[in-house]
């Protein structure tokens, strides 16, 4: 009994409490109005009752150039002669001489090789004597046409019989020249892999020849770049063998298909090898430069990421006010990015027009900004380094920290980073 007196009690007691709790509560929500109005106007200043403007953010810009899309394709090469043959006999038999050392420049129609021909030599003079007796017995025949002393079919055999013997002639003739191998062009040999008194087979590699007084150098290009690759395009290599030298080349073939396995296209570009110096089968080292369509460009920095993608801050308007603008980037070249319009119904960026580089931390689309430096253009240093005159001044960019504009009354404090107007 005492127990559920003193349960009620208390329960008396907490009511009590949430009563006067919530009486105190209506009380301050009914004065809250007051207080917020005088607060507002202390704060106002001037009696006017509104909060003053946030202060324009201060920002550093660099204008947006224009650059061809050049894309440099750094790849390894193979050097190939300009022609290069294998040299094997046309027939089998005995090594009887060899007319050449290795690294030897040899002539077209040069000999190189003697096989032993002693069959074939008194081949063809067993074919001359049989073409001899056959025309001889052909001319006795023709003193006695037409008096019926010889009959027509063997004057038709003794014909035939002249014409065999010629063409048996004419193959022991070809047969002796196949125990002799000549150079098929100019060009240097190589190694002798045969000695007096070998017998070699038809098979067998005698030496290698090789016209390298141009190089062909061959390589792949990945697929990417194919519509920028064109026969006649200049390109240089080198090759540690020659440190600090470069040889000039230029495209000479490109294929008709792209290896599906790798998916790059190959190509071959000749080298002049005047000097005797490149071999084939070196690897090269190639540069190539393909020129694409020129596109804006603009300083990495400038490329803000969103849910759409990427964008710039353009400032534009004689009051200076922050734009977003959506771009597609192509690449980055040197510090800079190239990139083109992602919509091309929007207004796209000019050449020549200012984006933000440092504060787009609080930008807001239409809100007024304060340029306090402007990165120097990289074409014009660059221009300014190499001693050419640039058509527009260089201005050394500006070190300041980003605070806000001096003239912004000091009862104004700029907001903080990342806050929304």
């Known amino acids: 009994m005492k127990a559920s007196v003193k349960i009620s009690a208390a329960l008396v007691a907490v009511l009590i409490l949430a009563g006067l709790a919530a009486y105190r509560w209506g009380d301050w929500g009914a004065a809250s109005p007051q207080s917020t109005s005088a607060q507002q106007a202390t704060k106002g200043g001037n009696g006017a009752g509104r909060s003053r403007p946030a202060a324009a953010p201060p920002v550093v810009v660099a204008a947006v150039s224009e650059q061809a899309d050049t894309t440099l394709i750094e790849v390894t090469g193979s050097g190939l002669a300009l022609r290069s043959a294998i040299l094997r006999p046309a027939a089998a038999g005995e090594v009887k001489m060899l007319a050449f050392k290795a690294g030897q420049r040899v002539q077209t129609g040069q000999v190189l090789l003697r096989l032993d021909d002693r069959n074939q030599r008194l081949d063809v003079d067993a ?62 040999t190589g190694l002798a892999e045969v000695q007096a008194g070998d017998r070699v087979g038809t098979d067998s590699v005698l030496t290698t020849l090789d016209d390298r007084s141009t190089l062909r150098v061959a390589f792949a290009v990945p697929e990417l770049h194919i519509a920028r690759l064109a026969v006649g395009q200049d390109l240089s290599l080198s090759h540690r063998a020659f440190p600090g030298r470069v040889f000039k080349g230029r495209i000479t073939q490109i294929d008709s298909r792209i290896d599906t396995a790798t998916r790059t296209v190959r190509v071959e570009a000749q080298v002049p090898n005047g000097d005797d110096v490149l071999r084939a089968g070196m690897a090269f080292q190639l540069r190539l430069k ?132």
């Open 127 to 188: 074919a001359a004597n049989q073409l001899d007796a056959a025309r001889r017995l052909m001319a006795r025949y023709d003193i006695t046409a037409g008096s019926g002393a010889v009959p027509d079919s063997e004057v038709d055999t003794a014909r035939t019989a002249v014409t065999t013997a010629r063409i048996t002639l004419d193959q022991a003739r070809a047969a002796l020249a196949d125990r002799v191998l000549l150079a098929p062009f100019t060009g240097i």
């Open 290 to 421: 393909l020129d694409g369509e020129r596109v804006q460009a603009v300083p990495e920095l400038a490329v803000q990421w969103g849910r759409d993608g990427a964008y710039v801050w353009a400032v534009r308007g004689q009051d200076s006010r922050a734009e977003q603008v959506p771009v597609q980037i192509l690449r980055r070249v040197q510090g800079r990015v190239l990139l083109r319009p992602q919509d091309p119904t929007a207004k796209p960026l000019r050449t020549g027009e200012q984006v933000v580089v440092e504060g787009v931390q609080r930008l807001r689309q239409g809100r007024a900004v304060a340029i306090i430096s402007t990165l120097p253009d990289v074409a014009a240093v660059a221009a300014a380094a190499s001693g050419v005159s640039a058509s527009a001044p260089v201005t050394a960019p500006v070190t300041a920290p980003l605070t806000a504009p001096a003239t912004a009354p000091a009862s104004a404090s700029a907001p903080s980073t990342g806050s929304r107007p």
